[in-house]
């Protein structure tokens, strides 16, 4: 491993946002959910949008009959982006080619997607059982939030029942799913701290119909140290888990925060899976091994079940050679697990959190939606028998 990660690549990125709790919000919507252009003519085309794409929106409707609201505006933004023949910016970028995919035009994908936002697209066989999947790599800012949150809308947009633990006490998970989480709301310390029932903490997430999310508060910033002296500290969310009703369940992601200490270390007790997000950036590789030596340990102590079942290339900007030499790396050490769908570097992805929203709903159109959408579409159809780590 850091054998051949050598010589991959320039200093890290420094134009990682901060973190998403604590950005300030765009001008906001009726609903409270903000949004880009709130013109006359954008309005105008909004409802244009909403009358072309008629009735088909029973199944997205909440349970009043309510189109949600954040979904009248990513389906308005893609019949902007439709009418005007607009391309957004990040789409002079050059993505890699999602194997099996049809003709990438701005058009085609925006086709795709109003398709998908307007009947939830094709329904994806669900796993036989719930599968837990721990979202880690103590490298910050790889994308390991923006992967649950996307991969977690993509299935529930495609039949599947998912909840998102969110185990990082920035909580940008719950921000990008717009779920309440500062200081008072019960979230996910009270479970792993006071022993709460996981059931009692989590929230369904607005405008889909069975997206469901654990938040995280910055009191779990603490837990860290409040569960040093506990008994069975690694694996108290292990314990959580199982005591909820996980059967009505399809996916379980548990975004990671960015270090190995205990929250993290009960992530990886908590669950069969491990997801590795790599950025397409230098040093990519470096820490891998410490992660891959983290699950082993893991794995030999603790939950002998434990397996890296998938890696997600991010933030690939196909304008740099490193970004696909970082990528031939990885596929050379990791083979089968690597997903073939590669996340480009995307305004659109870095937008939508600040908005309350994923990528899915917020720019359903954009290359990195689209990307999003073809690793859950893999991450639901392939044969999880290549593990690594
Ligand atoms: N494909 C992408 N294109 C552009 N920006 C992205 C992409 N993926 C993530 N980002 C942005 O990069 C930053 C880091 O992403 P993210 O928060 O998902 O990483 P993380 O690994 O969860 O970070 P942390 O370690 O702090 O929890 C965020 O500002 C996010 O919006
Ligand atoms: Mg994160």
Redesign the pocket.
């Known amino acids: 491993m850091a054998e051949s990660a050598r010589g991959v690549g320039w200093p890290r990125d420094a134009s ?2 901060p ?2 709790g604590s950005r300030t919000r765009p001008v906001d919507g009726p609903n409270g959910l903000g949004w880009p252009d709130g013109s006359a003519e954008s309005e105008a085309a909004d409802a244009l949008a909403l009358v072309t794409l008629g009735s088909g929106f029973a199944a997205w409707a909440d349970g009043d009959g309510q189109v949600p609201y954040r979904l009248q505006r990513a389906l308005a933004a893609v019949s902007r982006e439709t009418d005007a023949g607009t391309v957004e910016s990040e789409d002079q970028v050059a993505t890699p080619v999602v194997p099996g995919s049809a003709a990438d035009t701005p058009i085609a994908r925006a086709a795709r997607a109003a398709v998908v936002a307007r009947s939830g697209g094709e329904l994806w066989p669900r796993p036989r059982e719930c599968r837990v999947i721990t979202i880690a ?1 103590q ?9 649950a949150v996307n991969l977690a809308a993509s299935l529930a947009m495609h039949g599947a029942r998912v909840l998102v633990v969110d185990l ?1 006490p ?1 909580g ?1 998970a719950s921000t990008a799913l717009d779920i309440e989480h500062h200081a008072g709301i019960a979230s996910v310390y009270e479970v792993l701290v006071e022993g709460q029932p996981l059931a009692s903490v989590v929230k369904k997430v607005a405008g889909f119909q069975q997206l469901y999310c654990a938040p995280a508060a910055i009191d779990l910033a603490g837990a860290e140290i409040e569960l040093v002296p506990m008994v069975a500290r690694e694996s108290r969310l292990a314990r959580a888990l199982g005591g909820y009703d996980a059967s009505s369940l399809d996916y379980i992601f548990i ?1 990671c ?2 270090s190995l200490g205990l929250l993290t270390v009960n992530a990886l007790v908590a669950a069969p899976e491990v997801l590795i ?1 790599i950025q397409c950036e230098y040093y990519a590789l470096e820490g891998l091994e410490q992660l891959l030596r983290t699950v082993e340990l893991v794995r030999s102590h603790l939950n002998p079940v434990l397996t890296v079942t998938t890696i997600v290339l ?2 690939y900007d196909g304008r740099t050679r490193l970004a696909s030499q970082v990528a031939d790396e990885v596929r050379e050490h990791f083979g089968a697990a690597v997903l073939g769908s590669v ?5 659109r ?2 937008e939508a ?1 600040s908005y309350g929203q994923s990528v899915m709903t917020y720019d359903p159109g954009s290359s ?1 939606a689209q990307a999003y959408l073809e690793a859950a579409r893999e991450l639901a159809l392939r044969d999880v028998q290549s593990p690594v780590g």
């Open positions: 990682k946002g973190a998403s790599n490298k910050g800012g790889v994308g390991k939030t923006t992967t990082d920035q940008n975004d925060p960015p997000p991010t933030m996340i480009p570097r995307s305004v992805v870095s959190p990195g």
